[in-house]
């Protein structure tokens, strides 16, 4: 799959050293080569939570069966 920025995708993994959970939402905001890229996660009051480097193995494309939902941070 190849991504560009601003692309929605979801967290194929748990990450609970930044508080994220498999399923969590996020958007790509900065492409550093195929194989690596800035993912912004935000909190549901639109503050940024983590913005972390990832790679495609991380994520995937967020599609039309995904729903979002929201939880509260431990």
């Keep these: ?10 967290l194929n993994r748990d990450l609970p050293e930044h508080g994220l959970l498999r399923g969590d939402v996020g958007a790509i905001v900065h492409l550093h080569a195929p194989d690596a890229f800035e993912v912004e996660f935000v909190r549901a009051s639109g503050r940024t939570h983590a913005l972390l480097t990832l790679s495609p193995g991380d994520v995937r494309a967020a599609d039309d ?10």
């Excluded at 799959?1 to 979801?10: A, I």
């Design 1 to 10: 799959m190849t991504y560009r920025e601003l692309d929605t995708v979801v």
């Design 65 to 74: 069966r995904d729903l979002v939902a929201v939880r509260s941070l431990q």
